[in-house]
C-alpha cells in the first residue's frame, strides 16, 4: 500500500500543474484576444487640413507611406514616398520618415525632408491623433547632390509648423 501511495502522489501533482497550465494558457489566450489590434501595425488613414494620405507599420518597425501630393503645401514640388522607422512609447508610439522633394520640371530631389510624428492612440487602437516636427536638408541641383541625413547637421532644424497635428485612423477590412 505505501507503493501505491507514493506513486499516486506525482500523479496527482502532475494532473494539478496540467490543470494549472491549461488555466494559464487559456487566459493568457483571453488576455491575447482583448489586445488584438493593440499595436500600430498595418494600414492607416492619415487627414489634417491640408493633407491625406496612407501610411503601412510594418512588423519590425518600419513604416512606409504617401501623402496627397496635390495638397504638398510646396508650390511646383512633387514629394516622394516615405520610408522610415517606429518604435511605441507608452500608449502611443513615435515614428520618422523620409521624403525626397523634387521639381515636377526635373525631377532631381531639391531637398530631404523627416517628419517625426508622436502619436496617441484611443483606447481601442483604433484611431488617434499625431503632432508632427518636420526637420529639412537641401540638395545641390546635381543628381546625387542629397546630403545623408544620418551624417549630415539639416540645413532647416526641427520645427513644429503651424497646425502641426492629424487625425490617424485604421483601415479596416470590413
Known amino acids: 500500500m505505501l507503493k501505491a501511495r507514493t506513486v499516486s502522489r506525482p500523479i496527482g501533482l502532475t494532473a494539478a500543474l496540467a490543470v494549472a497550465v491549461c488555466l494559464f494558457a487559456q487566459s493568457?489566450?483571453?488576455?491575447?484576444?482583448?489586445?488584438?489590434?493593440a499595436t500600430v501595425v498595418g494600414t492607416w488613414f492619415l487627414s489634417a487640413p491640408d493633407l491625406e494620405g496612407f501610411y503601412t507599420f510594418h512588423q519590425g518597425g518600419t513604416v512606409s507611406g504617401v501623402v496627397n501630393p496635390d495638397r504638398a503645401n510646396i508650390a511646383g514640388a512633387l514629394r516622394g514616398v516615405d520610408h522610415g522607422v517606429w518604435k511605441r512609447r507608452g500608449r502611443g508610439f513615435e515614428f520618422v520618415v523620409y521624403r525626397f522633394v523634387f521639381p515636377a520640371d526635373t525631377g532631381i530631389a531639391q531637398a530631404?525632408?523627416?517628419?517625426?510624428?508622436?502619436?496617441?492612440?484611443?483606447?481601442?487602437?483604433?484611431?488617434?491623433?499625431?503632432?508632427f516636427?518636420?526637420?529639412?536638408?537641401?540638395?545641390?541641383?546635381?543628381?546625387?547632390?542629397?546630403?545623408?541625413?544620418?551624417?549630415s547637421d539639416p540645413d532647416r532644424p526641427e520645427f513644429a509648423p503651424p497646425g502641426n497635428t492629424l487625425r490617424m485612423t485604421r483601415v479596416r477590412l470590413d
Open 112 to 131: 530631404i525632408t523627416r517628419i517625426r510624428l508622436v502619436l496617441n492612440l484611443d483606447p481601442g487602437f483604433e484611431s488617434g491623433f499625431a503632432e
Open 133 to 151: 516636427f518636420i526637420t529639412q536638408w537641401f540638395c545641390n541641383p546635381t543628381p546625387g547632390g542629397c546630403p545623408d541625413p544620418n551624417l
Open 28 to 37: 493568457n489566450l483571453e488576455a491575447q484576444s482583448q489586445s488584438e489590434g
